[in-house]
């Protein structure tokens, strides 16, 4: 099945997993603080779900994001 969200999204949902803020997020993927709470409003949305958390459980369980592929926080 496609996924529901898009590419972009995805990026999101991947720096979500990786315990990122959204002003994290908005500088690694280039755009506005404003434009990340956008997209995470629209994951949350569109895989309903209630949470940053539970968006970055989604990521993790469904393969959209690893564990293995985070930077170490040095």
């Given at each position: 099945?496609?996924?529901?969200?898009?590419?972009?999204?995805?990026?999101v949902?991947?720096?979500?997993?990786?315990?990122?803020?959204?002003?994290?997020?908005?500088?690694?993927?280039?755009?506005?603080?404003w434009?990340?709470?956008?997209?995470?409003?629209?994951?949350?949305?569109?895989?309903?779900?209630?949470?940053?958390?539970?968006?970055?459980?989604?990521?993790?369980?469904?393969?959209?994001?690893?564990?293995?592929?985070?930077?170490?926080?040095?």
């Open positions: 099945a496609a996924s529901p969200v898009s590419e972009r999204e995805v990026q949902l991947e720096l979500i997993a990786r315990g990122r803020s959204n002003k994290e997020i908005a500088a690694a993927i280039f755009v506005a603080e434009t990340v709470r956008t997209h995470v409003s629209n994951i949350l949305g569109k895989l309903q779900l209630a949470s940053r958390t539970q968006a970055a459980l989604y990521a993790l369980r469904s393969g959209l994001a690893s564990l293995d592929d985070v930077p170490s926080q040095e």
